[in-house]
């Protein structure tokens, strides 16, 4: 079965500081994953992906994640925190080996960053 | 208009009501979403569309119905909706694989938010 946990409901990090948002899955074959961002009222911005190749992944406001396949982990990194990063995060995942692409989601951490 | 757009933003509803969804997506996409997004429970896969044919309906109650009548549109009918359906209803779209690759991840719509009383 397919799953994914973000053991963390809430992040809170100081502005200027790297954040850490994290995220394991459980899946039957080869993952792809996956990083979402929302902002209140808003839909899911996708962030960046791991398909295949190089396992630190860099994505879109200077996000990167790091796909680490023993610890089937996928944390989304910043090295330096914005004020407006503030949002919820979400990990996903789905199963390389299916030919249609369901998603499955995490809870969501919610980010934090203060002045 | 680019990406994904979704109409009304906002709908409040009785349950005698009837309403519709609608979802738009810009981006030459073949496969098409509805979620579910209520507060502190996770995101719920409803519906999937590929090349304007359902794929997975994920028990979902008859009271939902969706229509795909072409590849870049996708409707959410609701008709004698609970108030527990009120929720954030979210529609994505993805390229997926046709012979080649894929582009594999989802663009989502800002969102419908939903109120029945």
């Known amino acids: 079965a397919q799953s994914v946990a973000q053991p963390e409901d809430q992040v809170n990090v100081a502005e200027g500081n790297p954040l850490t948002v994290k995220c394991t899955y459980s899946?039957?074959?080869?993952?792809?994953l996956f990083w979402y961002v929302q902002y209140p009222n808003r839909g899911l911005q996708f962030l960046l992906k791991?398909?295949?190749?190089?396992?630190l992944v860099k994505g879109s406001y200077g996000f990167e994640a790091e796909f680490n396949k023993s610890q089937t982990s996928f944390h989304l990194k910043k090295p330096s925190a914005l004020v407006s990063d503030s949002a919820l995060y979400f990990c996903?995942?789905?199963?390389?080996?299916?030919?249609?692409?369901?998603?499955?989601f995490g809870r969501g951490t919610q980010l934090t960053v203060w002045p | 208009e680019t990406g994904v757009t979704q109409t009304p933003r906002h709908l409040v509803m009785g349950m005698t009501n009837k309403k519709s969804l609608k979802c738009e997506q810009h981006?030459?996409?073949?496969?098409m979403y509805w979620y579910k997004q209520s507060a502190k429970k996770p995101l719920e896969l409803m519906f999937v569309?590929?090349?304007?044919?359902?794929?997975e309906n994920n028990s979902v109650p008859s009271r939902f119905s969706p229509e795909c009548p072409n590849s870049s549109h996708l409707f959410l009918h609701l008709h004698t909706l609970q108030p527990e359906d009120s929720a954030l209803y979210l529609c994505?779209?993805?390229?997926?694989?046709?012979?080649?690759?894929?582009?594999?991840?989802?663009?989502f719509g800002p969102g419908t938010r939903l109120t029945v009383t």
């Open positions: 994505a779209s993805s390229q997926e694989p046709e012979g080649g690759t894929g582009i594999y991840e989802q663009y």
């Open positions: 899946v039957s074959g080869n993952p792809y």
């Open positions: 791991y398909i295949t190749g190089d396992n």
């Open positions: 996903a995942v789905r199963d390389s080996s299916l030919t249609l692409g369901r998603l499955y």
């Open positions: 981006l030459g996409h073949n496969a």
């Open positions: 569309y590929s090349l304007e044919e359902r794929v």
